[in-house]
């Protein structure tokens, strides 16, 4: 289909149907049609469009350099510090170079402001204070994002009545001056949250006619990728390239709205329609499995017709949910040593995963040389025995931090720095014994002052001298003044895991994000006008132990030195990571099916209120119904998957409980699937 150039180009459709090769065939066309010396402005819906995007483009034509592609935040905050000094100047401010804060950080500087200002009737509305301070600045950045001035939150919470107290006018206005103190604290030190780079953006620079002639300048098209899950001063960015008859394409997935709740505002990005040409797309009926079981699976769940087998589903069920865990485990191993299926071609797909869960899986997979790769981790980095054992170093090192250790994480760390050359058995002795537990000056004692050192293992021995003298060497530089707090993490890296060539995945990605929350910490401190690195280090030890940061780094490599396994691995991935990710594979694995969470939003709390289609007065309420949200999860799975979906099913949950949730109705035939089970078979469900 040739390209309509007098007027851009909707294209819409359910997942896999072809949209981002329809796009990207566009673009390449603009690109070789194209005599302009601009570029542009390429827009995908996250990291991993972006790069799926990119390789199609380059599969198209290699030859043809494709502009700039960015998510919509990549392009906001790029251009906000861009263009800083010039919404300084709007604002009055004083000048600093912006400093980005991650959302952890800003929870804890918010939770510190506001300190003398969160009443206990205001916590106890959100239940916990982390809860409160957490909600407040959701709040801010749902509006941010849909293009509301802070200045109006107060007034919707209000109007809507989502909080849902008496008292709704007095906590409404609260919550309100807080995001305004919090607003003008941050601006006045530079420090830029996510909430705030959306509005300093959306409020100020978008509006600006020396940025819109900016834009001008520099780009000629606009192209977006699923910007179903865009938010709504996304869509003011494309009104304003289409209202200047400048050209664009669009994609838009009817089954997708991964990110609605979470910023994104699918019915308003949909206004960009009206200006286009819509070209509709359906899904390839020959490659996809969805599309031959997604009508009997949608019936049943809605309970259209009596249960039968489908064919391209299979069932694992058991009674308890260990049972579960271990005969799916053994199934994929089974699968995959006997050339069925590739480790790479396998997704584990969970509404929740728990510790157990992943654990489980992860130690049985692992003991049969299968790696298993978590998809977006975001378990906090502090559950990692790697960095507790850092952290435990770092309180030895600097002194005055001996009341944030117990003899438990020396005996930790000694496992975990020796490269378990010492055993837990031996680390528990060494710690009894060569331990001086010390509120100031807590420190390693010589072997001699175990009685029966002898005990010890050759290789015990030496690597408990060998960390006890590489302690003493760093104590020694750190008083003589080489106590940069950055440079003592990197040098402890170095030297106890750089030499590890069996890191996996997980853990290599958990110490590349520790650096780089260290460095993120380290400069917001200098920013605040905090020197003292012993200081730092203290304050960086409280706040990882919270648990509130995640493994989930940069995707470029900070710590070079770190290796990285290559081995090809099963997917495991929350429901919202593998749909946000739009990735595929040719076996799905639907964990705990009939959990409830299967029909639970993951919207954040009154999300509804901040959508451009919001009315006063109108009454909030989820913005997708039970059914309607597993409908278009189920869609979406199923047009994911090439060959089979095994539902994995356990009549009682971890707690015991029944599951009887939404999808449980999909588990079909459970008594005669539960005996093949039992026997090492799975059911093959046919028609």
């Not at 009508?295 to 579960?324: A, C, H, M, Q, Y």
């Not at 299926?341 to 049985?364: C, F, H, Q, S």
């Not at 593998?578 to 040719?586: D, G």
């Not at 694995?589 to 919001?614: C, N, T, Y």
Request: proline letters at 4%; charged letters at 20%.
């Amino acid at each position: 289909m040739s390209i309509i150039k007098s007027q851009p180009i909707w294209i819409f459709g359910n997942s896999c149907c072809g949209k981002t090769t329809r796009l990207a065939s566009i673009i390449s066309h603009w690109l070789e049609k194209s005599s302009s010396l601009k570029k542009p402005l390429i827009l995908c819906s996250n990291e991993e469009g972006r790069k799926t995007l990119t390789d199609t483009l380059l599969n198209i034509n290699p030859h043809h350099y494709s502009g700039k592609i960015k998510t919509p935040f990549a392009v906001i905050i790029e251009d906000v510090i861009l263009f800083y000094p010039l919404i300084i100047q709007e604002l009055g401010i004083k000048a600093h170079i912006p400093l980005k804060l991650r959302p952890e950080t800003e929870q804890e500087l918010a939770t510190q402001l506001w300190k003398t200002s969160l009443t206990p009737e205001l916590v106890g509305i959100f239940g916990n204070k982390y809860t409160c301070v957490r909600r407040i600045l959701d709040f801010m950045q749902l509006a941010a994002s849909g293009g509301i001035p802070p200045e109006e939150i107060s007034h919707r919470l209000y109007q809507s009545m989502v909080l849902n107290i008496p008292n709704n006018q007095e906590i409404s206005d609260l919550i309100g001056k807080l995001i305004i103190t919090w607003r003008q604290w941050s601006l006045e030190r530079g420090l830029l949250s996510y909430g705030l780079i959306y509005e300093l953006y959306g409020r100020y620079l978008l509006p600006n006619t020396y940025y819109q002639s900016y834009l001008m300048d520099n780009y000629n098209a606009i192209f977006g990728d699923d910007v179903d899950d865009y938010p709504a001063i996304a869509g003011d960015l494309g009104k304003f390239f289409l209202k200047n008859n400048l050209f664009g394409a669009f994609t838009y997935n009817n089954t997708g709205k991964v990110r609605l709740g979470l910023n994104a505002d699918a019915e308003y990005l949909k206004e960009l329609s009206h200006f286009c040409h819509q070209e509709s797309l359906l899904l390839n009926q020959i490659d996809s499995l969805g599309i031959k079981v997604e009508k009997s699976v949608i019936d049943l769940l809605n309970n259209n017709f009596t249960p039968k087998k489908i064919i391209g589903i299979e069932s694992i069920v058991t009674n308890s949910r260990g049972e579960l865990l271990t005969k799916m485990a053994e199934f994929i191993i089974e699968s995959i040593n006997s050339g069925k299926i590739k480790p790479e071609e396998v997704v584990i797909i969970v509404p929740g995963l728990d510790e157990i869960a992943r654990y489980t899986l992860m130690n049985i997979l692992n003991s049969n040389d299968i790696e298993i790769k978590p998809l977006n981790e975001q378990r906090p980095i502090i559950t990692s025995t790697s960095v507790r054992s850092i952290l435990t170093l770092l309180t030895l090192i600097y002194e005055g931090n001996g009341k944030l250790i117990d003899k438990a994480m020396i005996a930790e760390m000694l496992v975990i720095l020796s490269q378990q050359k010492i055993d837990l058995v031996r680390a528990g002795l060494l710690t009894d014994y060569c331990y001086y537990p010390d509120a100031k000056s807590p420190r390693l004692l010589t072997i001699e002052s175990f009685p029966r050192w002898d005990r010890l293992t050759h290789q015990s021995l030496e690597s408990f001298n060998n960390i006890k003298e590489w302690l003493e060497n760093t104590q020694i530089n750190v008083k003589n003044g080489q106590n940069h707090l950055l440079i003592v993490i990197d040098d402890i890296i170095k030297h106890f895991f750089a030499n590890i060539t069996d890191l996996n995945y997980s853990q290599s990605k958990t110490l590349r994000e520790f650096r780089e929350t260290a460095q993120h910490f380290w400069q917001i401190q200098q920013r605040l006008g905090n020197q003292n690195n012993y200081d730092m280090m203290t304050k960086l030890v409280t706040l990882l132990r919270k648990g509130t940061i995640t493994a989930n780094p940069l995707p470029m490599e900070v710590i070079p030195f770190l290796k990285q396994s290559s081995k090809k691995a099963v997917t495991i991935a929350s429901v919202y990571q593998y749909r946000s990710y739009r990735s595929h594979h040719p076996w799905q694995f639907w964990l705990d099916v009939g959990s409830h969470l299967w029909s639970q939003s993951s919207e954040l709390f009154a999300s509804s209120i901040f959508l451009k289609s919001w009315q006063s007065h109108s009454i909030v309420s989820d913005t997708l119904t039970e059914n309607e949200l597993v409908t278009r999860v189920i869609q979406d799975l199923l047009a994911r998957v090439t060959e089979k979906v095994f539902l994995c099913h356990s009549e009682l949950d971890i707690n015991g409980k029944e599951q009887i949730g939404k999808l449980s109705t999909l588990v079909i035939d459970t008594h005669t699937i539960k005996s093949k089970i039992m026997m090492g078979d799975s059911c093959f469900l046919s028609s």
